[in-house]
T-cell receptor
C-alpha cells in the first residue's frame, strides 16, 4: 500500500479556504485517493475520492496533478464545525479493502 | 450510504473482566468487516479483518486470544476484549467497505466504542 504524508496540523479561521496536501510518491496505477474526516470520539467519515484531475462534491474539492504523486483536499469557507482530523488514504480493491491510515492532519478552525 | 451501528459507545470495566463490542450492518450484508483501535491523539490502527463464517485475520502484533472476533452472521461482528487491562483502554472502531469492481469504494465506520479499563 502506498504510504501517505500529510502535515500534522493546520490552523485556519472561519470563512477561509483550507487546503491540505498529501504526498503519495509510490502511488500505483490502480490506486484511488480517498479522504476521510474524523471528529473526536467518532468514527471517520468519507469526504471525497478521486483518481485524477479534479473532483468536486458538496463539501470539498480534490485536486490531483497529472503525476498523481500528491493530492490536495480543498475545504471552501470553513466553519468551526470543520475542526477535525483529515486523513488521506491511497489504495485499491486489490488491497483487500483494508484501509491503512497515516497520521492525518489536525485542522483547527478558529472564530 | 451504508449504516454501521456500533454498541456500546462507552464502557468502563474492571481490570481482568471481558468486554464485548458489537458492530451491526443495518442496511446491507457484510461478508467482511474491519476492526480498528485508536489511542488518544493517534491514528487508527487496523487490528483485524472479520470474515463471516470463518476465522478472523489478525494484523501483526495483535493477540488473537485477547481480542476475540466473531462474525457469525452477515449483519453482526463482535469484538471481545478478554481479561482487559488498563493498557487496553482505547477507542475501538469497526468498519465496512463494499466491493465494486474497477474502482475503490468508500468505507463506512461505526460510531466507535470508548473502552476504559480501571
Amino acid at each position: 500500500l502506498a504510504k501517505t504524508t500529510q502535515p500534522i496540523s493546520m490552523d485556519s479561521y472561519e470563512g477561509q479556504e483550507v487546503n491540505i496536501t498529501c504526498s503519495h510518491n509510490n502511488i500505483a496505477t490502480n490506486d484511488y485517493i480517498t479522504w476521510y474526516q474524523q471528529f473526536p470520539s467518532q468514527g471517520p467519515r468519507f469526504i471525497i475520492q478521486g483518481y485524477k484531475t479534479k473532483v468536486t462534491n458538496e463539501v470539498a474539492s480534490l485536486f490531483i496533478p497529472a503525476d498523481r504523486k500528491s493530492s490536495t483536499l480543498s475545504l471552501p469557507r470553513v466553519s468551526l464545525s470543520d475542526t477535525a482530523v483529515y486523513y488521506c488514504l491511497v489504495g485499491d480493491e486489490a488491497a483487500g479493502n483494508k484501509l491503512t491510515f497515516g497520521g492525518g492532519t489536525r485542522v483547527l478552525v478558529k472564530p | 450510504g451504508a449504516v454501521v451501528s456500533q454498541h456500546p459507545s462507552r464502557v468502563i470495566c474492571k481490570s481482568g473482566t471481558s468486554v464485548k463490542i458489537e458492530c451491526r450492518s443495518l442496511d446491507f450484508q457484510a461478508t467482511t468487516m474491519f476492526w480498528y483501535r485508536q489511542f488518544p491523539k493517534q491514528s487508527l490502527m487496523l487490528m483485524a479483518t472479520s470474515n463471516e463464517g470463518s476465522k478472523a485475520t489478525y494484523e501483526q502484533g495483535v493477540e488473537k486470544d485477547k481480542f476475540l472476533i466473531n462474525h457469525a452472521s452477515l449483519t453482526l461482528s463482535t469484538l471481545t476484549v478478554t481479561s482487559a487491562h488498563p493498557e487496553d483502554s482505547s477507542f475501538y472502531i469497526c468498519s465496512y467497505k463494499s466491493h465494486n469492481r474497477g474502482q475503490d469504494t468508500e468505507a463506512f465506520f461505526g460510531q466507535g466504542t470508548r473502552l476504559t479499563v480501571v
